[in-house]
């Protein structure tokens, strides 16, 4: 299965650079819009971390990573997305100062390298089910990462920083929404993934 290793080494390059981008940002600017949207790419960090070392190890190994990865890209990324929820709330009480043109500036490029490595995990996802929980979590990512973008324009218009902690809910919402389908579309795939098939010769299926 080293087919997929490439790649999966891509998305995880500019997903790296997404990640840095976005985290710096939203605690630079206060943006819990832009954090959220960070830490949900944190995970996919993570996850693609994971699912690289999965296709370079042996065979048992690489299950284990596999739904190490799965957990951490479904359950995990719930739990973070509950605290942050959280903390956002605590924001609303508390307002901070937002820059309204740093959200518009960081949620473009997300959005942009978002498709970028969604685009790189299309036709790996096709027949794996691990990768396509990636390619799911990433394509949807390309349209959250946006979702800063109106709220930074709303601050820069309206001077309200509320817009930022509304929006950061918006965006915890459709993670929340679009993880548990993914999850629970492709459950047996994901807990049991060295059962998947690839479609290749067991030559090529060789680590």
């Given at each position: 299965?080293?087919?997929?290793?490439?790649?999966?080494?891509?998305?995880?390059?500019?997903?790296?650079?997404?990640?840095?981008?976005?985290?710096a940002?939203?605690?630079?600017?206060?943006?819990?819009?832009?954090?959220?949207?960070?830490?949900?790419?944190?995970?996919?960090?993570?996850?693609?971390?994971?699912?690289?070392?999965?296709?370079?190890?042996?065979?048992?190994?690489?299950?284990?990573?596999?739904?190490?990865?799965?957990?951490?890209?479904?359950?995990?990324?719930?739990?973070?997305?509950?605290?942050?929820?959280?903390?956002?709330?605590?924001?609303?009480?508390?307002p901070?100062e937002?820059?309204?043109?740093?959200?518009?500036?960081?949620?473009?490029?997300?959005a942009?390298?978002?498709?970028?490595?969604?685009?790189?995990?299309?036709?790996?996802?096709t027949?794996?089910?691990?990768?396509?929980?990636?390619?799911?979590?990433?394509?949807?990512?390309?349209?959250?990462?946006?979702?800063?973008?109106?709220?930074?324009?709303?601050?820069?218009?309206?001077?309200?920083?509320?817009?930022?902690?509304?929006?950061?809910?918006?965006?915890?919402?459709?993670?929340?929404?679009?993880?548990?389908?993914?999850?629970?579309?492709?459950?047996?795939?994901?807990?049991?993934?060295?059962?998947?098939?690839?479609?290749?010769?067991?030559?090529?299926q060789?680590?």
């Amino acid at each position: 299965m080293s087919h997929r290793r490439p790649p999966l080494v891509r998305a995880l390059q500019l997903n790296t650079a997404v990640l840095v981008v976005e985290i710096a940002a939203g605690i630079g600017s206060n943006s819990f819009s832009l954090i959220m949207d960070g830490v949900h790419n944190l995970s996919d960090e993570v996850a693609l971390v994971l699912l690289v070392l999965a296709y370079s190890l042996r065979a048992g190994l690489s299950g284990k990573l596999l739904r190490y990865a799965n957990l951490f890209n479904s359950v995990g990324l719930l739990a973070i997305c509950a605290f942050l929820v959280w903390r956002v709330v605590e924001r609303l009480a508390l307002p901070v100062e937002v820059p309204g043109m740093v959200p518009i500036v960081a949620g473009l490029i997300g959005a942009l390298a978002n498709w970028g490595v969604a685009r790189v995990l299309r036709e790996s996802s096709t027949e794996d089910a691990a990768i396509r929980l990636a390619y799911v979590h990433n394509l949807g990512d390309t349209l959250v990462s946006l979702i800063p973008v109106p709220a930074g324009i709303l601050i820069f218009v309206s001077g309200n920083v509320v817009f930022d902690s509304l929006f950061a809910l918006l965006i915890a919402a459709v993670i929340i929404i679009a993880t548990l389908q993914a999850a629970i579309g492709s459950y047996k795939e994901l807990l049991w993934p060295e059962n998947v098939s690839c479609g290749h010769s067991g030559t090529e299926q060789g680590i």
